[in-house]
């Protein structure tokens, strides 16, 4: 509606009011004379825009065409906003499962590392086969600590988008 306003026609009004001083040396003092010299002015002006090279026709084209630009920009920042988003969540669901892949990982290499600890005490395995063991236990320990914290953070954006607020529990 702003936009169009050029187009519209407009009216304006005027009122002056005047007064000429002449002649210090006159016979009337300077009231006399104010009030003797005294005009008055009214004005009243329309104007209709019908030829001015279509100027205001292509600014408000113009001004539509911004508006459309900055509606679609906002929508663009929305959209990565979305994705950002949506992206946390998906990394959270892959944190879970590999969370709780290390999980089970982790459970079965301690039992796989006690009974070779065993086998070990009976003379059944080697020294070098226990330290094979040892490593498979401490790497799956490690990946389940690393999944453990992977998760966490991931959680914790989510909640820091969700209510910006970022601790990590």
């Not at 292509?58 to 906002?74: A, C, D």
């Amino acid at each position: 509606a702003i936009a169009r306003a050029p187009l519209l026609p407009t009216v304006s009004t005027g009122f002056d009011v005047g007064t000429s001083f002449y002649n210090p040396n006159s016979l009337y003092n300077n009231s006399e004379q104010i009030n003797n010299n005294v005009s008055y002015n009214f004005s009243v002006n329309v104007s209709i825009p019908i030829f001015n090279q279509l100027q205001d026709v292509y600014k408000l084209k113009e001004s539509k065409l911004l508006f459309n630009k900055t509606q679609i920009g906002k929508q663009i920042e929305k959209n990565k906003v979305s994705k950002v988003v949506l992206q946390a969540i998906n990394d959270a669901n892959v944190a879970y499962k590999k969370y709780d892949s290390s999980l089970s990982a982790f459970q079965f290499a301690e039992k796989s590392f006690v009974a070779d600890q065993l086998k070990f005490q009976y003379g059944k395995i080697s020294a070098n086969e226990l330290h094979i063991t040892k490593n498979s236990f401490v790497s799956a320990q490690s990946d389940l600590i690393k999944s453990k914290y992977e998760l966490l953070f991931s959680q914790a954006l989510i909640q820091f988008y969700e209510n910006n607020i970022f601790i990590l529990d």
